[in-house]
């Protein structure tokens, strides 16, 4: 989901933002391309309807839309790094409303399937085929997530 996908960039770049206290973008730049640009990607072009949660008819959008998303994946990411160092409540607000959101659009999330099908009514509830690429694709993606944040520590810590 495009939307998802960028939030946890920006929330997942504040936290490594914060805990590195602003040393490691380079993090937060990994986590936001590997971790979420690159199942993303997977995701849009696969479940697009699905991705952009209903809202947009994908056969409606041009191709440069992939290059957006992934620039808007790495602008999320680089910018949550810079206000989770300068105002580190940065992330635990972006979650809050990240919670929010998903609440709201939990129905476009648990339905899948074509724009069409979404509107009708009869778009099918967590196919087996999209749990299989959930699982696939999401899996490494939520390591390298966990992992960038795991690592960020400030610079000067790891040489003590």
């Not at 490594?16 to 849009?44: C, H, N, Q, W």
Request: hydrophobic share 50%; proline share 6%.
């Amino acid at each position: 989901m495009v939307l998802f996908d960028v939030s946890v960039a920006f929330i997942v770049g504040s936290a490594i933002g914060t805990k590195s206290e602003g040393d490691r973008i380079d993090l937060a730049l990994v986590a936001g391309v590997l971790g979420m640009g690159v199942p993303g990607l997977y995701f849009l072009q696969t479940y697009p309807a699905w991705d952009w949660q209903y809202i947009l008819d994908p056969s409606s959008l041009s191709t440069g839309v992939y290059s957006a998303f992934l620039l808007a994946i790495i602008a999320a990411s680089c910018l949550g790094h810079l206000l989770g160092v300068k105002h580190p409540k940065t992330g635990p607000i972006g979650l809050v409303f990240f919670v929010i959101y998903c609440g709201f659009f939990w129905h476009e999330t648990l339905y899948v399937g074509t724009y069409e099908q979404y509107h009708a009514g009869v778009a099918p509830f967590l196919p087996r085929r999209f749990i299989f690429d959930l699982l696939i694709y999401g899996t490494p993606g939520a390591v390298v997530l966990l992992t960038s944040y795991w690592l960020a520590k400030p610079q000067s810590s790891s040489t003590n």
